[in-house]
């Protein structure tokens, strides 16, 4: 017996279903992966989210720069001024990604509302929402948490529509071939504004629940972290007639940076990779032309962060210098760090307290106020991370047993999943009848 409660069968049940209805969209060979924005693979987890939101008779909402939004709403129905507890994540995955960033927090959210719409209704003026938002590992277009940055205000909407994936492809050219209308994109004031708290459940990108024996716990914060391209430009040659002293080989600083990335991480305390690189023309028998390379960083502070970034561009220009290459090091994506709101902390650890086991109460990661669950920050980034610059957010981990992350063996068992779903279902409850809502009119 699983020691599982007939509402948690439940539960596992409605999970292990609707996760077999995402599970084939977008997979490879290798087990991993790619669902990309405005792909096809993207427009058929868009579908699933609008049958999951008819299917609950939510009413389905696509703000102007493609987020989705399934809401549950009080006795006024839609219409009525409404305070909005939010929930929600993202389907987008990197290349190669795991199975669980971004569609746990989704599914979760649907089977949180699942849990509390059995046996509560609403009270007057106030909605409940799942929200879906688009873009957020930024593996097409290449900014991170761009849906989310676009409804806040965080990202220009002209800057964006004119933001090219690797084929060349605009944003707005991808929208339109989508059937969606990029002239909409921008931020969305009254939505912002209508929303009491966001708190998204994500599978942990790390081994720190692990680590403390828990099956939740609460985020407290996310590092600033950023990414940075490098394009080095040489003079492609023969590699087999070209004297060393003749050549302008670009893979050389190229080179320089992926391991000064590395030694400055370890120096300052945070920690950085170069995971992406194109080499042109990548001739076997040939000196290379030119490599495009991104740079991501990350640091518990601002400081350390600047001086990563800083060691990388010094070791890397002095090596392109040496070799007569030239170099163009910029920023392309940037997050301040973020500390998610504490009364929202607050009352997600008091509303968790019951489903702490006792033994995580003293966990390393509690919060000031002897929480119940363990606090855990994280150098991943989130959309939460981005709302929570215009309204309070927080989040919710779900411990990952391998603690990896973007590659097919991140993972999350059922039991764990089913924790995450009621632990989310406590704390939109608590949000959702505890938090004020207008006074029904006269
Ligand atoms: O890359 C990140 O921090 C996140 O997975 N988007
Ligand atoms: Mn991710
Ligand atoms: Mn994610």
């Known amino acids: 017996m699983s020691g599982r409660t007939d509402s948690g069968t439940r539960v596992a049940e409605d999970f ?44 389905l909402e696509e703000d102007g720069n493609g987020n989705l939004w399934a809401f549950w709403h009080g006795p006024e129905g839609p219409e009525g001024p409404r305070r909005v507890v939010a929930t929600g994540s993202h389907l987008d995955s990197v290349p190669a990604g795991g199975a669980f960033d971004g569609p746990l927090g989704v599914v979760a959210g649907f089977l949180a509302l699942d849990l509390l719409r059995r ?44 933001l090219t994936d690797a084929d060349g492809v605009t944003l707005a050219e991808a929208m339109a071939a989508a059937g969606a209308d990029p002239s909409r994109l921008g931020a969305d004031e009254a939505r912002l504004a209508a929303i009491d708290a966001y708190v998204e459940l994500h599978v942990e990108q790390g081994r720190r629940l692990v680590d403390l024996g828990a099956a939740v716990g609460i985020a407290s914060g996310i590092w600033p972290h950023g990414r940075w391209r490098l394009r080095f430009a040489g003079e492609p040659n023969h590699a087999g007639t070209a004297r060393l002293e003749d050549r302008r080989d670009p893979m050389l600083p190229f080179a320089e940076a992926v391991t000064a990335a590395r030694v400055a991480a370890a120096v300052h305390g945070g920690l950085a990779t170069v995971g992406r690189a194109d080499v042109h023309p990548n001739a076997t028998n040939g000196v290379a032309a030119s490599v495009e390379a991104w740079l991501d960083a990350r640091a518990p502070d601002d400081v350390a962060l600047g001086a990563i970034v800083a060691d990388v561009r010094a070791r890397a220009g002095a090596s392109a210098a ?40 003293d966990a390393p990661g509690a919060p000031p106020w002897g929480g119940s669950v363990p606090e855990i920050a994280t150098g991943a980034g989130h959309d939460a991370g981005i709302l929570a610059a215009r309204v309070p957010a927080g989040m919710l981990f779900v411990r990952n047993p391998t603690g990896i992350s973007h590659s097919p063996a991140e993972a999350a068992s059922v039991s764990d999943c089913v924790a995450g779903v009621e632990a989310l279902a406590r704390v939109l409850g608590e949000l959702a009848w505890g938090l004020p809502t207008p006074s029904p009119g006269p």
Not at 30 to 55: I, K, N, S, V
Not at 324 to 329: F, P, T, W, Y
């Open 119 to 162: 046996d509560r209704a609403l009270p007057p003026g106030r909605s409940v929402a799942v929200a879906c938002f688009v873009e957020e590992e930024g593996a097409r277009f290449g900014l991170a948490c761009l849906g989310s940055r676009l409804l806040t205000g965080a990202f220009q909407p002209a800057r964006a529509r004119e």
């Open 16 to 59: 292990t279903a609707t996760w077999a209805e995402l599970a084939p969209t977008g997979l490879r060979a290798d087990g991993g992966y790619d669902r990309f924005a405005w792909t096809p693979a993207d427009l058929a987890l868009r579908d699933w989210f609008r049958r999951a939101a008819a299917r609950r008779d939510l009413a």
């Open 322 to 361: 040496d070799h007569g290459v030239r170099i163009d090091m910029r920023q392309e994506s940037a997050t301040p760090a973020v500390v998610f709101d504490e009364g929202l902390r607050r009352r997600m650890a008091g509303a968790l307290a019951p489903l702490a086991p006792q033994a995580s109460h």
